[in-house]
């Protein structure tokens, strides 16, 4: 499980982002809910404050706090300034402005910093990847992946996406996938396939149309549950 913590860029997003990317319900929060690749959200630090169930897996757990904020000053002011540089391309809907989305971030890491320590010994930062991971068959209701799976499908090829929805649909009852668009916001290229497979499979499958949008035509979410 070696990462090189030079190569990621870890920027989280909030509770209410997730909220609104995922299109979860109240009675969806107070479910049992897994985020894989969950970075340095601070979904999970947000949620456990309010006596919700959120376990967070990613192979950045495997540094330090400190290590991760070190590289998130590295990057941010570069990554600004190139959303700056085509802010004209971006939807400004619910970010005002990259001042205004640097903002956001910032606040977001250290919400997350402030939770790390504790969450990692309840066990609510775990260390693990995709495509395979060490839960057990059904053990949550909801798991989520959020500008993980489908942004990177120019990295990641079709059977790791095939794999990683698989063991999604193992270890949780309903997944949530957002966005659908890659980074170069293009459909994603292994997305209709993947629909057709788990439509195949018996899965009933959703996609929503959410109100979060930053990148353009990234404001859809695939939802897949047993049919059941
Ligand atoms: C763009 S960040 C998204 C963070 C968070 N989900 C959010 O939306 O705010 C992508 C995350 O995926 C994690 N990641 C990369 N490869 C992974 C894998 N194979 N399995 C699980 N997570 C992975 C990275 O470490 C990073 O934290």
Redesign the pocket.
């Known amino acids: 499980m070696a990462?090189v913590l030079d190569k990621?860029?870890?920027?989280?997003?909030s509770m209410d982002e997730y909220i609104k990317i995922f299109n979860l319900t109240d009675a969806d929060l107070n479910k049992k809910i897994l985020?894989?690749?969950?970075?340095?959200?601070s979904f999970n630090a947000e949620m456990t404050r309010q006596g919700k169930s959120v376990v967070s897996?990613?192979?950045?757990y495997q540094f330090s706090g400190d290590e991760i904020l070190q590289r998130f000053n590295e990057v941010v002011d570069n990554i600004i300034s190139q959303v700056k540089a085509t802010s004209k391309d971006w939807v400004w809907s619910y970010h005002k402005s990259p001042d205004d989305l640097r903002h956001n971030r910032v606040k977001v890491i250290k919400e997350f910093l402030s939770d790390y320590e504790n969450g990692k010994k309840s066990n609510r930062y775990i260390v693990d990847?995709?495509?395979k991971l060490e839960f057990k068959d059904q053990e949550f209701d909801i798991a989520l992946c959020?500008?993980?799976l489908f942004?990177y499908s120019d990295h990641l090829d079709y059977n790791f996406h095939l794999n990683s929805v698989g063991e999604m649909l193992r270890i949780a009852k309903e997944i949530r996938i957002f966005p659908l668009i890659t980074l170069m916001w293009k459909h994603s290229q292994h997305l209709d396939e993947i629909v057709k497979y788990y439509t195949s499979m018996g899965y009933k499958i959703d996609i929503e149309n959410v109100e979060y949008e930053l990148q353009p035509g990234g404001n859809k979410m695939l939802k897949i549950t047993r049919d059941v």
């Open positions: 990462m990621v860029v870890p920027f989280g997003r985020g894989i690749g969950d970075g340095p959200a897996v990613d192979p950045l990847e995709f495509p959020s500008h993980l942004l």
